[in-house]
């Protein structure tokens, strides 16, 4: 059974949040959305919850899946839902850096290769302000 790796589209104020990866050594430095593995007993939406507290310290509200399971390292998909802020500021407690990007930003940076399809997807979700 794929293990599975959930992750948020924080979309505010018509602008996407991105995290830059710290580790480990091949990715450091890529872009990702933010998210992590899902525990034993977890649902995906209580993972997406939890480790947008734990990485960004900020309370999320999830909305709606985007795409179906998307292709990580053998044995692991990601999910990602949409989110939205419902309380704190994002900060980078286990990432390089964070960015807040437009519609037409989105591709300024380095997305890690499993995570730029779902740019593209998340792109059309995005109004242009």
């Given at each position: 059974?794929?293990?599975?790796v959930?992750?948020?589209?924080?979309?505010?104020?018509?602008?996407?949040?991105?995290?830059?990866?710290?580790?480990?050594?091949?990715?450091?430095?890529?872009?990702?959305?933010?998210?992590?593995?899902?525990?034993?007993?977890?649902?995906?939406?209580?993972?997406?919850?939890?480790?947008?507290?734990?990485?960004?310290?900020?309370?999320?509200?999830?909305?709606?899946?985007?795409?179906?399971?998307?292709?990580?390292?053998?044995?692991?998909?990601?999910?990602?839902?949409?989110?939205?802020?419902?309380?704190?500021?994002?900060?980078?407690?286990?990432?390089?850096?964070?960015?807040?990007?437009?519609?037409?930003?989105?591709?300024?940076i380095?997305?890690?290769?499993?995570?730029?399809?779902?740019?593209?997807?998340?792109?059309?979700?995005?109004?242009?302000?």
């Amino acid at each position: 059974m794929e293990k599975i790796v959930v992750a948020a589209a924080i979309i505010d104020g018509g602008r996407l949040l991105a995290a830059q990866r710290a580790g480990p050594p091949e990715m450091a430095g890529g872009w990702e959305f933010p998210g992590g593995k899902v525990d034993a007993g977890e649902s995906d939406q209580e993972a997406l919850v939890r480790e947008c507290q734990e990485e960004l310290g900020v309370g999320i509200m999830v909305g709606d899946r985007v795409g179906g399971d998307w292709p990580l390292s053998p044995g692991y998909v990601m999910r990602v839902w949409l989110a939205s802020l419902i309380s704190g500021v994002p900060h980078p407690h286990e990432h390089l850096a964070l960015r807040w990007l437009g519609r037409d930003e989105l591709f300024d940076i380095a997305w890690l290769p499993a995570d730029l399809p779902v740019a593209k997807a998340v792109r059309d979700l995005i109004s242009e302000g």
